[in-house]
């Protein structure tokens, strides 16, 4: 299998575990590789995980977690997470899921794999990100026994829908619901590392990005076309006035999405835009530390530009709010890494996104869009162009015809949480 991540060792340590402390001495290892997925050898070029996903049948076996079968609808969601956080994508789809089913009807349940949560941060109910009637944290000291324990809660709820969401390696969620896969529907968000149970045959392999989606359905899993949702839309208000002003843009990410090692630096993408005209500004919104900002005004105060010209904003809970709110003419993705959810609702602010990406990285990390209002970019010498076009495919974007585009796109998803995956269909 192409883009597959190979274990060998760890598969066999899982399969001839002698005793139940070997056993979970084998997944706690596994829950310990998410680390070493940032090589460039894996990091965008392995995504699937053949031998450990055949080792979860056999681990529910071995723990004597029977099979159950339940009929499939909305009636009573369960989203089974490790954690989620205060960013990042695939916690919203999370929030757009609980939105669409129903809240009443959705039961979230973390199995807090890396124990990094306290029944105390549910006092007063669950947080208003993720509207549920029930908020669950797993509590086994062990891998092993949060397999069990989220068979066991997942038999109490006896679920009629449950979307898996979990991070990288977190086996006690997929194999804690493996024995109820008839309802089960993975959700792939790990997209560009190698993440548990994407070549397992749940009821239905669900795809957000599009890179990721041409890969699963290549490999043959039958893939489903859902990508992503953004709550609020409408027509954009016109763009600013540039005449009036300098040219305002914007980027979003957290830290870790510009600081990885790459090709060209982040600050020579904000430097090459900034240099268009001497009063234009960069909007960063998202979480920042020292070390972001020195990666950023230093260089940009090397070559001459007055780095207050980059305004790091801190985290906004809506981006196509704040685009709008700030008067943004164009937005740039960040790099190295791309921000799929954060493109979608720079357009839905409509802004056709300039995307940077390092020409040298694997071929999983190549952003791809199911709609062709952006603008792919390698170097910062080609960012005059990329605004220019950017600018011409916003005012596109803003048309009635590419309104209808984005709504259609945006609606698959919708389509996919309130009807089932058969109504949006496999691969496209």
């Not at 076996?61 to 029977?66: I, K, M, N, V």
């Not at 990285?361 to 080609?382: C, I, K, M, N, S």
Request: with cysteine; aromatic share 8%; net charge negative.
């Amino acid at each position: 299998m192409d883009f597959a991540y190979e274990n060998p060792e760890l598969e066999a340590a899982i399969a001839n575990a002698g005793d139940i402390e070997a056993l979970d001495k084998a997944l706690v290892a596994v829950s310990r590789l998410v680390p070493s997925f940032v090589s460039p050898e894996v990091r965008g070029r392995q995504m699937f995980t053949p031998g450990l996903d055949a080792q979860v049948p056999r681990l529910a076996a071995r723990l004597r977690l029977a099979d159950v079968p339940l009929a499939k609808s909305n009636d009573n969601v369960c989203i089974v997470a490790t954690r989620f956080y205060s960013t990042g994508g695939h916690s919203k789809v999370a929030s757009d899921i609980s939105r669409l089913a129903g809240a009443d009807r959705t039961t979230i349940i973390f199995t807090d794999l890396y124990r990094e949560l306290r029944p105390r941060q549910l006092i007063g109910g669950p947080p208003a990100a993720h509207p549920c009637r029930s908020l669950m944290l797993l509590s086994a000291g062990t891998v092993v026994e949060k397999v069990v324990e989220l068979y066991s809660l997942l038999a109490a709820i006896r679920p009629s829908r449950i979307f898996l969401i979990q991070n990288h390696m977190d086996m006690a969620a997929v194999a804690g619901v493996w024995p109820f896969r008839g309802v089960v529907e993975y959700v792939h968000h790990t997209d560009h590392q190698p993440g548990l149970g994407a070549t397992l045959p749940f009821s239905a392999h669900v795809d957000l990005t599009y890179a990721c989606h041409r890969a699963c359905a290549a490999a043959g899993l039958d893939p489903v076309w859902a990508g992503m949702t953004v709550p609020a839309r409408g027509p954009p208000p016109p763009r600013g006035a540039t005449t009036r002003r300098g040219l305002r843009l914007a980027t979003c990410g957290s830290q870790y999405k510009y600081l990885h090692a790459a090709r060209h630096r982040w600050s020579d993408f904000a430097a090459a835009a900034l240099a268009e005209a001497p009063d234009s500004e960069i909007f960063h919104f998202g979480p920042v530390d020292e070390a972001l900002t020195r990666s950023v005004h230093g260089p940009l105060a090397e070559a001459g530009i007055d780095p207050a010209r980059y305004r790091f904003l801190g985290p906004v809970p809506d981006l196509r709010e704040a685009l709008v709110a700030h008067g943004v003419d164009a937005y740039l993705g960040s790099y190295p890494d791309s921000g799929g959810r954060a493109v979608l609702e720079a357009m839905a602010a409509g802004l056709a996104p300039l995307v940077p990406i390092p020409e040298e990285t694997g071929p999983l990390l190549q952003f791809d869009l199911a709609l062709p209002y952006w603008v792919r970019l390698h170097t910062p010498d080609e960012i005059p162009a990329a605004i220019a076009r950017g600018l011409e495919l916003s005012e596109a974007l803003r048309s009635p015809q590419g309104q209808a585009d984005l709504d259609a796109e945006f609606s698959r998803f919708e389509t996919y949480v309130r009807d089932g995956a058969a109504a949006v269909g496999g691969a496209r």
